[in-house]
């Protein structure tokens, strides 16, 4: 099911990855299947909370661009436990001007802290595309809380019919944190559940 959902989420953007151009072009809206918390982590293979540290961008050896970014990696709730680590998204703009732009990705900011939910190890594509990056901030009243824009990004249903833009959203760190915990748990326990059923036949 988490391949569905993530196959689904990409089936929107896949043209972009041979959109190359010469200049900057318009912002274009990306499709991804809607996922609240629970369904991304059930699709992503790996999800961390770090601040991102520098950045590069740089082609890819196949015809394509990529952004290279590296990770001061504070947690990790899914995946390898290593810090600091290195992600490559497809995207991005090179120094001559030359750039491959995909629409619905995320924006990723050196100095930025983020929860990224992903697909993939060292090359990664953010799972459900901007749904799958949260940026963490403290407000005046010093809560930290996580915020997701992907105004850029027009969601639908698995069944395909439209659910609109994904638009602003923000939740209180430690509730998103919590949800991402007891979702983890319960994969998991799926997971061994099926593995033993699968050794039992």
């Given at each position: 099911?988490?391949?569905?959902?993530?196959?689904?989420?990409?089936?929107?953007?896949?043209?972009?990855?041979?959109?190359?151009?010469?200049?900057?072009?318009?912002?274009?809206?990306?499709t991804a299947v809607r996922m609240d918390v629970e369904d991304l982590v059930d699709a992503a293979d790996r999800i961390v909370?770090?601040?991102?540290?520098?950045?590069?961008?740089?082609?890819?050896?196949?015809?394509?661009?990529?952004?290279?970014?590296?990770?001061?990696?504070?947690?990790?709730?899914?995946?390898?436990?290593?810090?600091?680590?290195?992600?490559?998204?497809?995207?991005?703009?090179?120094?001559?001007?030359?750039?491959?732009?995909?629409?619905?990705?995320?924006?990723?900011?050196?100095?930025?802290?983020?929860?990224?939910?992903?697909?993939?190890?060292?090359?990664?594509?953010?799972?459900?595309?901007?749904?799958?990056?949260?940026?963490?901030?403290?407000?005046?009243?010093?809560?930290?809380?996580?915020?997701?824009?992907?105004?850029?990004?027009?969601?639908?249903?698995?069944?395909?019919?439209?659910?609109?833009?994904?638009?602003?959203?923000?939740?209180?760190?430690?509730?998103?944190?919590?949800?991402?915990?007891?979702?983890?748990?319960?994969?998991?326990?799926?997971?061994?559940?099926?593995?033993?059923?699968?050794?039992?036949?």
């Open positions: 099911m988490r391949w569905i959902l993530f196959v689904l989420a990409l089936a929107g953007t896949s043209y972009a990855l041979g959109h190359l151009f010469d200049s900057p072009p318009q912002a274009e809206a990306g909370e770090a601040r991102i540290t520098g950045r590069r961008t740089l082609p890819d050896g196949r015809g394509g661009i990529v952004s290279e970014y590296q990770l001061d990696v504070h947690r990790t709730f899914l995946g390898s436990e290593q810090a600091p680590q290195t992600i490559r998204i497809p995207g991005g703009v090179l120094a001559n001007g030359r750039g491959l732009m995909l629409p619905g990705m995320p924006r990723l900011s050196v100095g930025e802290e983020v929860l990224l939910f992903l697909n993939g190890q060292t090359d990664c594509m953010p799972t459900g595309l901007a749904q799958g990056k949260f940026r963490i901030m403290t407000d005046r009243s010093g809560l930290r809380r996580a915020m997701r824009a992907s105004s850029q990004l027009e969601l639908v249903q698995a069944n395909g019919q439209t659910a609109g833009h994904a638009g602003v959203q923000s939740l209180a760190y430690a509730e998103l944190s919590a949800r991402i915990q007891a979702q983890v748990v319960d994969r998991h326990a799926r997971e061994a559940s099926a593995s033993i059923s699968s050794e039992g036949r």
